[in-house]
């Protein structure tokens, strides 16, 4: 029989035998991951650094080639390729004033004509430059007296309702200006001007002596004769349609209007427009537009500041606490007016001619206009350059000083030691 210690033996030298042969195994492991690791990556990396040269050669060669591409698609891309703006979105504007009419036969106040102009169309618009464009029209003739002005119509033109737009609806609207009972401001720039229906897309108007600046007149909102027509003359003015549910045939449609504060020093309003689909120049790029009214311009600064409005308007000038970065353009609107001074020649002074060319030729205008702080377009006729009737012929002198010395002193103005000019005693004065 074999003996318990025996067994006990036999055991442990076999687990004996088993460890070793696992431990030669994981010393020929490795030993082989070491030789392994030796040939094929530390004897590589010396191989590297002996071809270093050829390595650095092919870097650079494909740093060059990168370089040269990102280069060329750059220039290139001006070839291309050009930055324009995308349809869609909603255009936020602030503008100092309140809102109170969006009917462009009330329409006066820069809130209101801004509403007017989204919503209504007109006749004819004013480009920036002061060109006249057709825009309900197609076409426009006038007779060789000047007196008859003829105007053709689009075709494809429909109110925000759904309702067709014909010369029945320009009728209309002129010929509520001329009554008296609308109390219109334009009334006085239709007074006299006799308005014909030719056909659906044609309109006679015949006024009483030629304007050449007539023309400029048909630049006001046309509103429906289908909504309007039952509502009286003078209770037009307080109609719903002016501030509630004003319908035209603009590039956008009237949503609402949300008003906040009682104080009217504090009041502001939101009025909202959707683009119409059914414009009649095509697609309109922005989803909608929102106006935002303020009465002062710290608020409409504050605002801007925020980012809740995009745009403001009526600023006099750019405040400094606004960034000057590229991403805010400043646009300055001339206006088609301008402002002048005219010669009392009732003044015993200002009779004399050479005394009244003489002030226009030593008055500097280009430094007065370099000295506010805006910007100006010089005028140099009683007509704008617009106008149909200015002449580049007949325009104010440029300022020169030695012409207006040589004036004055052939009149018998002479300069005496206070510099002031005296003649027979009395000096050269003016009040402004």
């Not at 390729?81 to 009330?106: K, Q």
Request: charge should be negative.
């Amino acid at each position: 029989m074999v003996s318990l210690k025996q067994t006990t033996h036999k055991y442990r030298l076999r687990l004996r035998r088993a460890f070793r042969r696992r431990k030669r195994h994981a010393e020929d492991a490795v030993a082989y991951a070491d030789d392994s690791v030796n040939r094929f990556v530390l004897r590589r990396f010396k191989n590297l650094y002996k071809v270093r040269r050829f390595v650095l050669a092919w870097v650079v060669l494909l740093v060059c080639i990168g370089v040269g591409s990102i280069w060329q698609v750059r220039g290139l891309e001006r070839h291309y390729l050009e930055l324009a703006p995308t349809g869609g979105g909603v255009y936020r504007e602030g503008i100092i004033g309140s809102f109170t009419n969006a009917n462009p036969l009330f329409a006066v106040t820069n809130v209101d004509s801004s509403v007017s102009r989204l919503v209504f169309s007109s006749l004819f618009t004013v480009s920036p430059e002061g060109e006249l464009k057709p825009d309900l029209a197609t076409g426009y003739n006038v007779n060789d007296t000047g007196t008859v002005h003829t105007v053709t119509l689009r075709d494809n033109v429909v109110w925000h309702d759904g309702h067709a737009f014909d010369a029945g609806d320009v009728a209309f609207t002129y010929n509520t200006i001329k009554n008296a009972d609308v109390n219109s401001p334009l009334f006085s720039s239709w007074r006299g001007v006799k308005v014909e229906v030719v056909d659906d897309r044609t309109i006679k108007f015949t006024i009483p002596d030629t304007l050449g600046s007539f023309r400029f007149s048909m630049t006001n909102g046309i509103v429906p004769e289908h909504i309007l027509s039952d509502v009286e003359p003078a209770d037009l003015r307080s109609s719903r349609f002016n501030a509630v549910s004003p319908v035209g045939t603009g590039p956008f449609s009237y949503s609402g209007v949300e008003r906040s504060g009682i104080d009217p020093d504090e009041r502001t309003d939101k009025i909202t427009f959707t683009a119409n689909d059914d414009y009649f120049r095509g697609d309109v790029q922005l989803d909608g537009v929102v106006l935002r009214t303020y009465q002062n311009e710290e608020d409409i600064v504050a605002d801007f500041d925020k980012q809740l409005i995009t745009a403001m308007v009526g600023l006099g000038t750019l405040p400094d606490n606004i960034p000057d970065t590229q991403d805010i353009v400043e646009y300055n609107t001339p206006l088609r007016d301008s402002v002048m001074a005219f010669f009392n020649t009732s003044s015993e002074i200002l009779r004399e001619t050479s005394v009244r060319k003489a002030l226009v030729r030593a008055s500097d205008t280009q430094m007065i206009r370099e000295r506010l702080p805006y910007q100006l377009v010089a005028v140099d006729s009683p007509f704008l350059k617009t106008h149909t009737a200015y002449d580049p012929e007949r325009v104010q002198l440029s300022p020169d000083s030695d012409v207006a010395r040589e004036l004055l002193d052939a009149a018998d103005w002479k300069l005496a030691d206070d510099g002031i000019r005296y003649k027979d005693g009395q000096p050269l004065s003016i009040r402004i």
